[in-house]
């Protein structure tokens, strides 16, 4: 999936980024964060940065831990000398394969996908005029995880958020109200947003996490907010 490396203007927060290396996000979250390091050099340097960083601080908490632990339980020294046996010792026979990437046909369009998709290659699509898009088969309360295509010379009504919606543009651009957005970029808006209406001269796709339908604010569209939840 070729990706204007360069242009990557929009980037998930230094604490987003700190909580999914800490493995404390949701599932939908993590796919997003960890696709967009895999598009965006300047993420995979700041995540280079940080990763020891946080493991460190994790390694204090756990021997901080531990000791109180050996403390509170009277824990002898055969079975403290096994448990730190096996907290330090590394399993040189682990082997890792790195997940192939996915590659999606849409539209007469060919994408490959971050790896962090992988195993989503069970898609069912929606066909909404200009706009398909296929829901990731995993529940999350609430929040819903799609990928969205829209076509060339697609628009999506102007619209506002009654919840968050995070937008990953994996391949080609579009626009809004607030700029022009290129493959990589993280876009994650919420109900403080005024409405926008983003469309694409030349088509795109995109990883969309939401927790509540599009609320179409302008003209004649605003007869249709049930299909917000159609998208959402």
């Known amino acids: 999936m070729p990706t204007n490396i360069s242009f990557i203007k929009h980037h998930p927060s230094k604490q987003l980024l700190g909580q999914h290396i800490e493995g404390k996000l949701p599932l939908s979250m993590s796919l997003a964060v960890s696709a967009h390091i895999e ?23 756990s021997k901080t831990a531990q ?41 007469g369009m060919t994408y490959t996908l971050p790896r962090a998709f992988t195993k989503f290659n069970q898609l069912n699509w929606h066909n909404l005029g200009k706009i398909r898009r296929a829901r990731l088969p995993f529940e999350e309360g609430e929040v819903r995880s799609s990928l969205l295509h829209i076509s060339k010379g697609g628009t999506i009504p102007t619209h506002t958020h009654k919840g968050y919606e995070l937008t990953l543009l994996l391949a080609g651009n579009f626009e809004d109200e607030n700029g022009h957005y290129t493959a990589g970029d993280f876009i994650l808006l919420d109900e403080s947003h005024s409405g926008h209406s983003p469309k694409t001269s030349e088509g795109c796709l995109c990883y969309t996490v939401s927790n509540a339908p599009l609320h179409f604010t302008q003209g004649m569209s605003q007869l249709f907010n049930s299909i917000g939840k159609v998208i959402y």
Not at 78 to 85: G, K, P, R, T, V
């Open 39 to 61: 598009l965006c050099p300047h993420c995979q340097q700041l995540e280079s940065q940080l990763t020891p960083k946080i493991a460190n601080a994790s390694w204090s908490q």
């Open 67 to 107: 000791s109180n632990l050996q403390q509170d339980l009277h824990i002898d020294a055969c079975f403290s000398a096994m448990l730190s046996d096996i907290i330090e010792s590394g399993d040189d026979n682990m082997s890792y394969h790195e997940p192939k990437s996915l590659t999606i046909e849409c539209k």
